[in-house]
């Protein structure tokens, strides 16, 4: 994570962010705040200068309205153009949301027909039919992930992601994703480890299906950029403050400094991760942020390139004031 020096240095040197992206200076943000502010105090001033050489208050007038007209035309073009920015983000959540549903209900057909065939209900498979069915599983299984974050990207940006506040253990859940996960770590010669707690329960209150996809994101990524005969460890106690607080530390190739403050962000990726595996959208980090935070909770981590990284969330043991919360 970056100190607060850090964070200071990057509003100044702003340019970079934006390069980051790759927009051009012209339609930087933080830019364009910088040229209003300046031609508004450049304005005030040549004003206050000029009108000291005329004493006439019709011509002094004139010349105010002649500055305001200067500063409105380049305000003018930067509202004009963040409301096309918003228009264009707004039919690419609604591009997301539509594509997803329709890619939706053919993945599941495609699923309860494998679990058909998979469960030799219409014959026995021979081994080789049987290595290609749990090949299209895998690749059905990815699709429907990546189809069911892409619609809680859509359902976040929009404001309908919808959380239910129930009773839920989350060593519990924690146990359930380290089994689904067990045979990628295993394929991956990964070593997976999570020790449950023997100090009692660790309950809090949250949406079992959103917890759940949070847990995952981080297991599947410490699984997945560490390097082979790696070691993921997965850890979840109490702290102060009555809260849960859940680790998943890995070995693997570890978050470059210069790219730790985007890591959150949607679609982003670190180059070294990115060449390290070429799977992956960039995705799971910003949706367990967005869900963690609904919680009352926080998310961070501390990484070191080629080394390693752990990643924690905390989330609190009450129950909020509504049953029921909307992102």
């Known amino acids: ?43 005030m001033l040549a004003t206050y200068e000029i009108s000291q050489g005329f004493t006439e208050e ?26 096309k920015m918003a228009t264009a983000n707004r039919m690419k959540t609604e591009f997301v949301s539509i594509v997803s549903h329709q890619l939706r209900s053919p993945s599941s057909a495609v699923k309860w027909s494998l679990n058909l065939l998979m469960g030799n209900r219409l014959g026995d498979l021979t081994p080789k039919q049987k290595e290609y069915l749990d090949l299209v599983h895998y690749n059905n299984e990815r699709m429907i992930k990546l189809v069911n974050d892409l619609l809680n990207i859509s359902r976040i940006e929009k404001g309908e992601l919808f959380l239910n506040q129930n009773e839920l ?3 519990e859940l924690i146990k359930k994703v380290v089994d689904s996960l067990s045979p990628l770590a295993k394929s991956s010669n990964i070593n997976l480890n999570f020790n449950p707690p023997h100090n009692g329960e ?4 949250g949406d079992e299906v959103y917890v759940g996809v949070v847990i995952y994101n981080l297991v599947d990524n410490a699984i997945r950029y560490s390097k082979k005969e790696g ?31 985007l890591i959150f962000q949607k679609f982003f990726r670190s180059k070294n991760i990115a060449k390290h595996q070429s799977d992956g959208t960039g995705i799971g980090l910003f949706i367990a942020k967005a869900v963690v935070e609904q919680m009352g909770g926080a998310i961070g981590f501390s990484s070191k390139e080629d080394e390693g990284s752990t990643f924690w969330f905390e989330v609190p043991t009450g129950q909020r004031k509504s049953k029921k919360t909307f992102i």
């Open 1 to 43: 994570m970056k100190t607060r020096r850090e964070k200071i240095i990057d509003q100044i040197f702003f340019w970079r962010e934006c390069k980051e992206y790759g927009l051009s200076v012209w339609v930087c943000p933080n830019f364009l705040f910088l040229v209003m502010g300046i031609l508004t105090i450049v304005g």
């Open 58 to 83: 019709g011509f002094a007038a004139l010349l105010v309205a002649l500055v305001a007209l200067v500063i409105f035309v380049p305000g003018s073009i930067i509202v004009q153009s963040f409301e």
């Open 169 to 171: 253990d989350v060593a």
């Open 202 to 205: 660790l309950k809090v209150y």
């Open 231 to 261: 070691d993921v460890e997965v850890k979840a106690f109490l702290i102060e403050d009555k809260k849960v607080r859940v680790e998943v530390k890995d070995n693997g190739v570890g978050i470059p400094k210069k790219e730790q403050a």
